[in-house]
């Protein structure tokens, strides 16, 4: 207990000198933000869109992901170092502001916030349609309306009370993929589907192109989304110069694991992929889940997967966008109502509140394919600017470069991160430009107004060499 304490006046010292104080409750470990960090991904993200990434990846889904993990693991390890450097809330807003330009780190912010907004309406729309898909004739609407109410309220309460939720979604998470396991491979061993364990999920040597590669990357980068949302609870966990970098990269490494698994046996329990109609496709992985375990087993994973993503996921992205608007807020970029945090529980209430009912509209407005489409842009962008700042606040700024390793670090690895996600920007449908766009253009309008012209900036910035 003491030594949490001494932790936590450490951390406070440290946010102070970047001109914050300390106002949100900091009582997270290192375990706590690893298991925020897998929640937020989803073990079982697969389950969702796992006949889409099956079709377009030409039955490589695991190569797939495999590939999404590498070409994202650079962008991580840009927030690992940011992480490390400025161990605030705000995330990639906070990271390009301190290590580039304060102007550009607001619209690095409000980019993300994009992307921050759609994910919640994407992930009601998901339950919503499984919620129908396992009580036919229920209200679709009923659904929403119920489980943003919940993530909303929990998300007013706090962290603690979060965590608590978590630690019961996680273990019921793990039981289902160790079943899916067992069942899966018992399937297979006695001859169903492919009737055998081989490479044709991870490797097809004629069909892997450079093409092919992007349209994975592009795929795959949708459920590794969430692994950014640890560092906006740098001011709710201990020692977070260490932790939040930490907590990412276990909590990749986790998420790429169980994610290989799982991909791998649902192609070969299902290895007939080209034949599938569109209804199959939406929704492949359970009706693999029948194959192998009956009608019982399909419902199972259907409520399991209702559960997780319904709470757990929705919950930890409505969590990271409220936490992302507070460091916004507070520095006036936004309106600063945004930066208030609740008298009782010491959570940003207002950005919580503001995600849901923002969830509310867009999932009456757009589908789920629209939100799909739109969901990755925001982000994407945002982590390229990360990229540049981590090269230019290290390798320019405190010319960090005279060994190798600081040269593979803060040169080579940020210009790979963002010679990727151009790369992927390339692929982009045209409606997802259109929104991309006109977002930033928005953006760009509201920074002016903002700063008058671009010649302030927030309070806090009189700190910016500290």
């Known amino acids: 207990m003491a030594e949490n304490k001494t932790a936590a006046k450490g951390a406070n010292a440290s946010l102070e000198q970047f001109g914050y104080k300390q106002e949100l409750r ?44 590498v070409a994202i693991g650079f962008t991580a390890l840009s927030y690992v170092r940011m992480s490390k450097r400025f161990p605030i809330a705000g995330s990639v ?12 780190g607001f619209m690095s912010g409000w980019m ?7 994910t919640p309406a994407l992930l ?7 919620g129908v898909m396992l009580v036919p004739g229920s209200p679709w609407w009923l659904w929403v309306i119920v489980f943003v109410a919940f993530n909303t309220f929990v998300n007013i309460r706090g962290v603690s009370m979060t965590r608590g939720v978590d630690f019961v979604i996680f273990a019921v998470e793990i039981v289902a993929v160790i079943a899916f396991v067992a069942l899966g491979c018992n399937f297979i061993m006695g001859g169903g589907g492919a009737g055998e364990f081989n490479m044709d999920p991870i490797w097809q040597p004629e069909v892997v192109t450079p ?8 795929i795959a980068a ?51 992929w080209a034949s599938w109609t569109e ?29 997780a993503v319904g709470i757990a996921n929705i919950m930890n992205a409505q969590l990271a966008a409220s936490r992302l608007l507070f460091s916004m807020g507070r520095d006036g970029v936004i309106p600063r109502i945004f930066g208030k945090v609740h008298p009782k529980f010491k959570t940003p209430w207002v950005g919580s509140i503001f995600i849901g009912v923002v ?51 803060y040169l080579i690895c940020p210009w790979i991160g963002i010679a990727i996600l151009a790369y992927v920007f390339a692929g982009f449908q045209p409606m997802t430009w259109a929104m991309g766009v006109t977002w930033f253009v928005i953006g760009m309008i509201v920074a002016a107004v903002k700063s008058k012209g671009f010649k302030e900036v927030p309070e806090a910035f009189k700190h910016l060499d500290a």
């Open 211 to 218: 093409t092919f590669i992007a349209a994975g990357i592009s």
């Open 26 to 69: 900091r009582g997270l470990g290192l375990w706590d933000v690893v298991l925020y960090g897998v929640l937020f991904m989803v073990i079982i993200a697969p389950h969702s869109i796992w006949g889409l990434v099956q079709q377009q990846g030409l039955g490589m889904s695991t190569l797939v992901y495999l590939v999404g993990f």
């Open 112 to 118: 993300i916030l994009l992307d921050y907004c759609i």
């Open 359 to 409: 969830a509310l509209i867009l999932v009456g407005i757009l589908g789920m394919a629209d939100l799909a489409t739109l969901v990755n842009f925001g982000a994407l962008f945002s982590f390229i600017l990360l990229n540049f700042a981590t090269f230019w606040f290290f390798f320019v700024k405190e010319k960090q470069r005279k060994s190798f390793g600081d040269i593979v670090k």
């Open 93 to 104: 807003y906070s990271y390009v502001q301190r290590g580039l330009n304060p102007h550009v």
């Open 124 to 130: 009601y729309t998901m339950v919503a349609n499984w």
């Open 279 to 307: 209804e199959h496709a939406n929704n492949a992985f359970f009706y693999g889940c029948q194959l192998i375990g009956g009608d019982i087993f399909m419902k199972i994973m259907l409520v399991v997967n209702i559960v």
């Open 222 to 272: 949708l459920n590794f989304l969430g692994f950014d949302g640890i560092s906006t609870l740098a001011e709710e966990t201990r020692e977070p110069e260490k932790n939040i970098g930490r907590g990412i990269m276990i909590a990749l490494g986790i998420i790429i694991v169980c994610f290989s698994v799982q991909t791998y046996l649902a192609s070969l329990i299902q290895p007939d």
